[in-house]
């Protein structure tokens, strides 16, 4: 484990990552969302550390709203959709301006908009469809699934009690969002509809944790990697969906693997996690980054690794 972001520089309440591979001659990005001063920063790899970019208004990150330009996000959480999208997702557990009253919401953001600031383009308000929970402990974590994998493993629509079918959900894009709850430890999936707005839940998946931090899915390997922070000692658990034929959980993601923390790794506060891509493997490894809210040390990303390609076995 090593740290990977330049000392003193992300001092505090850093949350969700998500890597985005290089296409073309676009370099990786690593996306990091701050909860408090509400921020998205969008980092590039100078050879030594993941930095912020310098161009379009990101020197600083930028400031995130509410699709009326007011409030204060706290942002937990950060996705994209379809590989070469521009559209950002950010989970946030309530509005910082106006203090505890949880607003469980996914927030659509523009990445291209070079603005020192960025106004949420739409808001699903997820709270109605969700347990109560405290307005600090929400929608810490999302990641998006594309309907391809879901599709190909026979995911089960929980809504309609049969298989995952994507016509069935006009305008939801080409995928799937799961948001995780830092109060319950459970997993939630919903289709968006980005024309008007609504939502449906698809399934209700157990993390194995106490809480959920983060979720990052592999979109190589198809594995929905579920972390929490010290109140787990770290662990991450590792989701599959179950393609056994007469297994009770077929259909359902059901938990493949668990991994503690790295050994080298203090029990710390990370509440961001993500996996790169099969690209980045030397050795039969990949990278994998963390974020601690509390930047020890004056540090807040770390990179380990983890095996590339599927795990052997069951």
Not at 26 to 35: E, K, Y
Not at 71 to 81: F, I, L, N, R
Not at 101 to 118: G, P
Request: proline share 4%; glycine share 12%.
């Amino acid at each position: 484990m090593v740290t990977v972001d330049p000392v003193n520089t992300y001092a505090s309440d850093l949350s969700g990552l998500h890597y985005e591979p290089a296409q073309g001659a676009a370099p990786a990005i690593l996306w990091a969302v701050q909860n408090q001063p509400s921020k998205l920063y969008r980092l590039l790899w100078n050879g030594s550390t993941w930095a912020s970019d310098t161009s379009n208004g990101w020197s600083s990150g930028k400031a995130l709203h509410f699709p009326d330009g007011q409030g204060a996000p706290d942002s937990e959480g950060v996705t994209k959709g379809a590989l070469g999208s521009t559209g950002l997702y950010v989970s946030s557990e309530r509005d910082n301006q106006v203090g505890a009253t949880s607003r469980l919401s996914v927030l659509l953001f523009d990445d291209v908009n070079a603005d020192a600031s960025l106004t949420a383009k739409r808001e699903w308000n997820l709270t109605s469809d969700l347990p109560k929970v405290g307005s600090n402990l929400g929608l810490e974590a999302l990641a998006w699934v594309p309907d391809s994998y879901l599709v190909a493993k026979g995911f089960i629509d929980e809504s309609k009690q049969k298989a995952y079918d994507p016509t069935n959900y006009a305008n939801h894009g080409d995928g799937i969002f799961f948001v995780g709850i830092e109060g319950n430890g459970v997993i939630y999936g919903f289709a968006l509809d980005h024309a008007g707005g609504g939502f449906t839940r698809v399934a209700t998946i157990e993390s194995g944790h106490t809480g959920v931090m983060d979720l990052s899915f592999d979109r190589e390997v198809g594995y929905l990697w579920a972390v929490c922070d010290d109140t787990c000692q770290g662990r991450t658990n590792v989701l599959d969906i179950d393609t056994h034929a007469g297994s009770l959980t077929f259909g359902k993601f059901y938990i493949r693997r668990g991994f503690e923390r790295p050994s080298s790794m203090p029990n710390l506060n990370n509440e961001g996690f993500t996996v790169a891509t099969e690209s980045t493997c030397q050795a039969g490894f990949k990278s994998v980054f963390y974020a601690e809210d509390g930047s020890t040390m004056g540090y807040a990303i770390r990179r380990d690794s983890v095996p590339c390609g599927a795990f052997l076995g069951n």
